[in-house]
């Protein structure tokens, strides 16, 4: 997916909480479809993330603002149904 204009072919809803949706979660409140996309906006190799977890430690929003996320679990089970999931 080296590709400079990558789109989704589709889309569903997550149904449970998991360690990938943990992720596309900090990157969708980031405004963000998922890893690949942000790779593709900000021009970066790799993502920040917590070496413990794995999960995603900091984010650059289209503004240029920064999100930080905890170690821990963020993405509540009362929020999972909201997170996207992409196939490319």
């Not at 979660?25 to 900000?42: H, L, N, S, T």
Request: proline content about 2%.
């Amino acid at each position: 997916m080296a590709g400079s204009d990558v789109k989704p072919k589709s889309i569903s809803r997550a149904k449970k909480w998991s360690e990938e949706i943990e992720n596309l979660y900090r990157f969708q409140q980031a405004g963000y479809r998922d890893e690949i996309e942000y790779k593709q906006v900000k021009q970066v190799s790799m993502v920040d993330r917590w070496p413990e977890t794995g999960y995603v430690k900091k984010l650059q929003r289209r503004d240029n603002t920064f999100y930080y996320y905890n170690k821990q679990r963020e993405c509540d089970d009362k929020e999972v149904h909201n997170v996207k999931i992409y196939a490319y």
